[in-house]
C-alpha cells in the first residue's frame, strides 16, 4: 500500500468534531510522562468497565470459560484488570503515533532478535506470528523503532480514527497491506521481509478448524499453515509484555516452530495454539478479551454470547 497524506479537509463536517477531541485528547496524553500515562489509562479502563455491558459480558463468558479454576472473585478481579489493561493500551496506542522515539527506546527489552537475523541471513523471509494482547500496537511501534516489520490492515469504522491510524501505521512500518492484498503480502516476504501476522481471533468458519483453545474448541485460523506452506518462511512466534512497576515492555521472540506446517491444518492449529496459550498465562489480563472468541460454534453446540446491540451508523 502506497504512503498517502492525510486529507484533513474532508473530515471538518461536525460529525467528526468529536472524533477530533478524542484525537486531541490522545495527542496530549502522548507527551505526559509514562507512569502518568499509565495512571490515566488505567481509569479510563476502569469507566468502560462499568459502562460497556455488553462488552463486560464478552469478557466475563471468556474469562468463565477459560479460567474456570479460578473463584468467581478471582475471575472477576481478572475481568477488572483486563479493562485496566484495555484502558492502558488506548494510552499506548497514543504513545505507538505520536511519541518520541528516544521516549520509546527507553521503554522496550527485544529477547530472541537472533532468530529473525538468523532467517534473513538465509534468505528465507520469516512469518512473525503474534496474538491479539493488548500491548499490539505499542509492540510493532516498539520493534519497528530498528528493525523492518510489515503487517496486514484492517480498517476501523469510524473514517476519521481510520485515516489517522493508517497514516501513523504507515510511518510506523516497513509496509502495510489490506487484508485482501494477500499475493502483495507473499511477495514481500519472499523477497526476505519480515511479516507480522496474528491469527488468534474468530474470523468464522471459513478457512479455519475447531481446534480446543484454553479447554473449550474454537474457531482458529489456518493462515499461517498456508502462508508457510506457499512462501517457504519459517514462523517465528513473539509475545509483547508490559511490566509491572512502570518498566515499560519486553518483546520476546521464540525459535522457529519446526516442522511447519505439519501433516494437517488441524495439528498446525493445535500447536499454535498452545503456543498462545503458553504465552498467556504469563499475563493473563493482559489478552484480549473482549474479542468474542468462540462466537463460532460446531454444530449443536449452544451460542455462549448474548445478542450483539445494534450500533448507529455514522451519517
Same mark, same amino acid.
Given at each position: ?11 471538518? $463536517? #461536525? ?39 455488553? !462488552? ?36 499506548? *496506542? $497514543?504513545?505507538?503515533?505520536?511519541? /518520541?522515539?528516544?521516549?520509546? !527506546?527507553?521503554?522496550?527489552? @527485544? ?46 469504522? /469510524? #473514517?476519521?480514527? /481510520?485515516?489517522?491510524?493508517? /497514516? ?9 497491506? $489490506? ?17 507480522? @501476522? ?21 474457531? *482458529? ?9 506457499? *512462501? ?20 520476546? @521472540?521464540? #525459535? ?13 492449529? @493445535? !500447536? ?10 504469563? $499475563? ?24 450483539? #446491540? !445494534? ?5
Amino acid at each position: 500500500m502506497s504512503k498517502q497524506s492525510f486529507p484533513w479537509w474532508d473530515y471538518l $463536517a #461536525p460529525k467528526f468534531w468529536p472524533s477530533w477531541l478524542g484525537l486531541a485528547s490522545m495527542r496530549i496524553l502522548a507527551l505526559l510522562p509514562y507512569r502518568l500515562q499509565l495512571f490515566i489509562g488505567k481509569i479510563i479502563g476502569h469507566l468502560f468497565y462499568r459502562i460497556a455491558k455488553y !462488552r463486560r459480558e464478552i469478557v466475563q463468558t471468556n474469562i468463565r470459560l477459560c479460567f474456570a479454576d479460578l473463584s468467581p472473585e478471582k475471575q472477576e478481579k481478572l475481568v477488572l484488570d483486563h479493562f485496566h489493561s484495555l484502558g492502558i493500551s488506548i494510552a499506548e *496506542t $497514543a504513545m505507538s503515533w505520536w511519541a /518520541n522515539e528516544n521516549k520509546l !527506546r527507553k521503554l522496550v527489552t @527485544i529477547k530472541g532478535i537472533e532468530y529473525i537475523e538468523q532467517a534473513l541471513r538465509e534468505g528465507t523471509g520469516a512469518i512473525f506470528l503474534g496474538a491479539h494482547y493488548t500491548t499490539m500496537e505499542i509492540s510493532g511501534r516498539l520493534f519497528s523503532l530498528d528493525h523492518d516489520l510489515a503487517a496486514s490492515y484492517q480498517q476501523l469504522r /469510524n #473514517p476519521l480514527f /481510520n485515516q489517522v491510524a493508517l /497514516n501513523a501505521r504507515e510511518r510506523t512500518f516497513h509496509q502495510i497491506f $489490506a487484508r485482501n492484498e494477500i499475493r502483495a503480502s507473499f511477495r514481500y516476504i519472499k523477497q526476505n521481509h519480515l511479516m507480522w @501476522i496474528a491469527a488468534d481471533q474468530d474470523a468464522g468458519i471459513e478457512n479455519s478448524v475447531f481446534v480446543p483453545f484454553l479447554g473449550h474448541l474454537a474457531a *482458529t485460523q489456518t493462515v499461517a499453515s498456508r502462508m508457510a506452506k506457499i *512462501t517457504k518462511a519459517p514462523i517465528i512466534p513473539y509475545i509483547s509484555r508490559r511490566l509491572d512497576n512502570a518498566q515499560g515492555y519486553v518483546l520476546e @521472540i521464540f #525459535p522457529p516452530i519446526e516442522n511447519f506446517p505439519g501433516d494437517s491444518l488441524e495439528e498446525d492449529a @493445535i !500447536r499454535t495454539n498452545q503456543l498462545i496459550e503458553e504465552q498467556i498465562r504469563k $499475563a493473563p489480563e493482559q489478552y484480549l478479551w473482549v474479542h468474542r472468541r468462540f462466537k463460532t460454534r460446531p454444530e449443536g453446540m449452544p451460542k455462549l454470547y448474548s445478542r450483539k #446491540p !445494534r450500533r448507529a451508523k455514522m451519517k
